[in-house]
């Protein structure tokens, strides 16, 4: 199950040292925002797009959960960050 990609964006400053400091790639980023698993609208213009993901040595499913502001253009990716409790955050079924 699918959602709309986000292929035009730009990457705030806040995002950016988020991401340095959790440890995330702008790959693993990138591969959310183009293909989210899951994309919930938080506020009025603001998604979370999320996807779980293999992650590290040996390797664990984490939820990669990007939020981003698409009422502007290019949508600005405002944060990022991994989560291992998928259920939590997860919309539907396990």
Known sequence: MGHQPILDFVFTPH???E???RGLDEVIIRQV???PE???EVLK???VLQSRILMGEPAREYLVRVVVDV???PAEVVTAYRTSKVSKYWEGEK
Do not use: H, Y
């Open 15 to 17: 995002a950016e040292f």
């Open 19 to 21: 991401m340095i400091r």
């Open 33 to 35: 925002l183009a293909k």
């Open 38 to 40: 899951q994309s919930l």
């Open 45 to 47: 213009g603001r998604l």
């Open 71 to 73: 009422d502007r253009q």
